[in-house]
């Protein structure tokens, strides 16, 4: 048997293929990972070397649904990244509706992308605002009781970070979520 020797794909050509097999123009792509469009110009041109940046390394990978880890610029950070239930159920529902990450960010205003892609990526947490949870689960046809299931964990975690205790102040707390839900479901 022979041993194949593994050749490395440079990080660039691997973008450049990834744009074309997806039709998608460098400036959107540009956007989702929140640089310029002359440095997406320049990373596949090679005119600058590739990013070792490992914010930019992973919204890249996050919207080629690939591991950071298979750029070799890439440095495994000292810090893990936790992602939330919450986030992780997005994730699970988009791979179940078959959904690819470039079709879930352009169903979004472009402004709104890139923080999709670190909601992904997991640095930044889901929204508050209820319209904007909606509109996440709108995307991905998720049920009114998904969508007000996330929203209220996502209160709940509000409400814990910034000092309450959800259990001592449990009637409270239910009461509001009663409250919150009827509403939801007569709008």
């Known amino acids: 048997m022979k041993n194949k020797q593994i050749i490395q794909e440079k990080s660039s050509e691997k973008v450049a293929k990834f744009l074309e097999k997806n039709s998608l123009h460098k400036k959107d792509f540009a956007e989702m990972i929140g640089v310029t469009l002359s440095y997406v110009y320049n990373l596949i041109d090679e005119t600058i070397p590739f990013s070792t940046r490992s914010t930019t390394l992973e919204r890249i990978a996050v919207v080629m649904e690939v591991e950071p880890e298979e ?3 890439y440095k495994i950070p000292q810090e893990p990244v936790l992602i939330d239930d919450s986030v992780q159920f997005i994730k699970d529902a988009l791979k179940s509706k078959k959904m690819s990450v470039v079709n879930f960010l352009k169903a979004f205003p472009r ?11 997991g640095t930044l947490p889901l929204p508050v605002d209820y319209k904007e949870l909606s509109m996440i689960g709108q995307v991905l046809d998720l049920s009114k ?8 964990k996502r209160m709940k975690q509000i409400l814990e970070i ?8 449990a009637a409270l707390v239910n ?3 009663d409250c919150a839900k009827k509403f939801v479901h007569f709008q």
């Open 71 to 73: 750029f070799e610029e």
């Open 111 to 121: 402004k709104k992308r890139l923080d999709i892609v670190d909601i992904l990526r």
């Open 145 to 152: 009781d998904d969508i007000y299931n996330i929203w209220e």
């Open 162 to 169: 910034n000092g309450m205790n959800i259990y001592s102040n």
């Open 175 to 177: 009461s509001m979520f």
